[in-house]
T-cell receptor, first 111, second 115 residues
Framework: GEDVEQSLFLSVREGDSSVINCTYTDSSSTYLYWYKQEPGAGLQLLTYIFSNMDMKQDQRLTVLLNKKDKHLSLRIADTQTGDSAIYFCAVASSNTGKLIFGQGTTLQVKP | DAGITQSPRHKVTETGTPVTLRCHQTENHRYMYWYRQDPGHGLRLIHYSYGVKDTDKGEVSDGYSVSRSKTEDFLLTLESATSSQTSVYFC??????????????FGPGTRLTVL
């Protein structure tokens, strides 16, 4: 079945850039999403990219998609302590329309 | 924020007891989902609904049942709770089954502990 993989933990200094990576197996996925989960809260949609795009920028967020390698990344510029959270990559299955989630990457931002 | 509430937000129960979690939406979205979140597993789909009285299984449906008698409410029932069902449960809603830029919106979650 479809699979989505993420590294589990990333630690950066405040002001640095953060890059969170994700790989997936379903090459026919149409939409790919990044969600943010703050402690004790639900998932909040951060951004998405459509499969015919290579890059999407939204303020401090940049999403890069490499379809050949099935690799998705989220770059957060000028990372702030408020960015500390768990970030989930999710891929929409072209077969079922369902979302397949990665395990989540915990981002720790040190002052 | 999408109008999704979950109740209860926290529950502690004992093995073998029945438990029902409720998801309520005010967005009139057709599709509703139940996920569980466990460390190292991300979110896994338990069941979903594509309309009133229309439901289907997800990848981890064993031990769970669901019901949807009204558009706005989606209930998740653990008939006889087990310790392996200790988890955080999230409800989500979406307008369309097909992936879109709008995708799914999530509730605040219910933390369930089965002793």
């Amino acid at each position: 079945g479809e699979d989505v993989e993420q590294s589990l933990f990333l630690s950066v200094r405040e002001g640095d850039s953060s890059v969170i990576n994700c790989t997936y197996t379903d090459s026919s996925s149409t939409y790919l999403y990044w969600y943010k989960q703050e402690p004790g809260a639900g998932l909040q949609l951060l951004t998405y990219i459509f499969s015919n795009m290579d890059m999407k920028q939204d303020q401090r967020l940049t999403v890069l998609l490499n379809k050949k390698d099935k690799h998705l990344s989220l770059r957060i510029a000028d990372t702030q302590t408020g960015d500390s959270a768990i970030y989930f990559c999710a891929v929409a299955s072209s077969n079922t329309g369902k979302l397949i989630f990665g395990q989540g990457t915990t981002l720790q931002v040190k002052p | 924020d999408a109008g999704i509430t979950q109740s209860p937000r926290h529950k502690v129960t004992e093995t073998g007891t029945p438990v029902t979690l409720r998801c309520h939406q005010t967005e009139n979205h057709r599709y509703m989902y139940w996920y569980r979140q466990d460390p190292g597993h991300g979110l896994r789909l338990i069941h979903y609904s594509y309309g009133v009285k229309d439901t289907d299984k997800g990848e981890v449906s064993d031990g769970y049942s669901v019901s949807r008698s009204k558009t706005e409410d989606f209930l998740l029932t653990l008939e006889s709770a087990t310790s392996s069902q200790t988890s955080v449960y999230f409800c989500a809603i979406s307008e369309s089954r097909q992936p879109t830029s709008d995708t799914q919106y999530f509730g605040p979650g219910t933390r369930l502990t089965v002793l």
